[in-house]
C-alpha cells in the first residue's frame, strides 16, 4: 500500500510564503512523475504544479506560474511546492499527487493514480 501525506500548510497573510511536502511511504516503486493540485470549495480541482522524478522536467498552472516552485529529494521520497506571494485566491484544499505511468501528461488529473489527503492553505488579505 502506498501512502502520500502532505504537510506545511496553515494560515498565512497575502504576500507571504509556505513550503508544502509529500511524502511517499509504504511499498516502494519508481514515480514517472509527481503532483500538486489544489481545490477551492465550489471549484474543480486544478493543477498547481508537477515533476518527472527522473530528470526534474517541471510544469506549472498559469494561475500560479512564476509564485510556486516544485522540486524533489530522492533519498527522502518527497516532493516540495514552495509557495511565494501568496495571494486570497491562493486559499484551497492543496493536494499531492503520484503517477506511475510513463509519458502521461503531467496537467492532466487522470494521469495520476495516487493521491495523499490534503493540506489546507489559507491565505487572509
Known amino acids: 500500500q502506498v501512502q502520500l501525506a502532505e504537510s506545511g500548510g496553515g494560515l498565512v497573510q497575502a504576500g507571504g510564503s509556505l513550503r508544502l511536502s509529500c511524502t511517499t511511504s509504504?511499498?516502494?516503486?519508481?514515480?514517472?512523475?509527481m503532483g500538486w493540485f489544489r481545490q477551492a470549495p465550489g471549484k474543480e480541482r486544478e493543477f498547481v504544479a508537477g515533476?518527472?522524478?527522473?530528470?526534474?522536467?517541471?510544469a506549472y498552472g498559469d494561475s500560479v506560474k512564476g509564485r510556486v516552485t516544485i522540486s524533489r529529494d530522492s533519498a527522502k521520497n518527497t516532493v516540495y511546492l514552495e509557495m511565494n506571494s501568496l495571494k486570497p485566491e491562493d486559499t484551497a484544499v492543496y493536494y499531492c499527487?503520484?503517477?506511475?505511468?510513463?509519458?502521461?501528461?503531467?496537467?492532466?488529473?487522470?494521469?495520476?493514480?495516487?493521491w495523499g489527503q490534503g493540506t489546507q492553505v489559507t491565505v487572509s488579505s
Open positions: 499527487a503520484g503517477d506511475r505511468r510513463f509519458g502521461l501528461p503531467l496537467p492532466i488529473r487522470s494521469s495520476y493514480d495516487y
Open positions: 515533476i518527472i522524478w527522473s530528470g526534474g522536467s517541471t
Open positions: 509504504g511499498r516502494t516503486f519508481n514515480w514517472y512523475a
